[in-house]
């Protein structure tokens, strides 16, 4: 809860994105952009990406990074971060198991952009940004439930030409999505149901940001049941 005395405001039910810096050095970061850049120049399925589309490695045959020997100080450091979010979340790490299920790399350029989606497979998601300008666009956040909407459709945006508009001014309270502004090294996880987007690239240089879906799966099975079962008691048929 986070209660705000000055305008007599009680914040409830925060979501809560975790950011940090991973801390690795330009010539490390340099190794895995051209890495990149590699995997894109031998992209499996080209036309898939649309022309404004931003392009991902995990629908041209590069979904699986974090098995990747260069890429595996990056994703020991992250798996530290992911730890450190769940445990402000008031998870107990000692009872689960981290899997990466897939990870993947985003290169946006120009006017290219990720329309707004979730991750509803996995559990954690991030976006760990290895090349940024500070000029090149946004991660944003989406509020689907908007629970301060005192009237159904009543916060539309402020730029949409129904008449609704001149009923409110945008605030943190009424907002519809939030963006925000990375910076190259930092990590924002999150859970992977949150609905998310990237603003369009507004420059030519290339926005390059690294992904991953995570499951937590229990180590125990008896008496859980919200939880995925240990993999190693599941039977293949």
Known sequence: ??????????????????????????????????????????????????????????????????????????????????KKYTEHLGINNNKINFYYQRSWATIAKGNENISPHQHKQSHISFAYFLKKNVNDGSLNFHNEALPNEIAPGLFLSTSDKSPSKDYYKSNFFNARSVNIYPKVDEIYIFPSKSIHSTSPNKTDEERISISADISIITKESENIENLITPIDKWMKF
């Open 1 to 82: 809860m986070y209660e705000n005395k000055s305008v007599n405001i009680i914040q409830l039910f925060p979501l809560s994105i975790y950011r940090t810096k991973i801390g690795l050095t330009e010539n490390e970061r340099n190794i895995l952009i051209e890495e990149t850049q590699d995997q894109k120049s031998k992209s499996k399925n080209p036309s898939y990406k649309t022309k404004t589309g931003t392009w991902t490695g995990d629908t041209q045959g590069f979904e699986f990074l974090h098995l990747n020997k260069k890429f595996e100080k990056l994703f020991s450091l992250i798996s530290l971060a992911i």
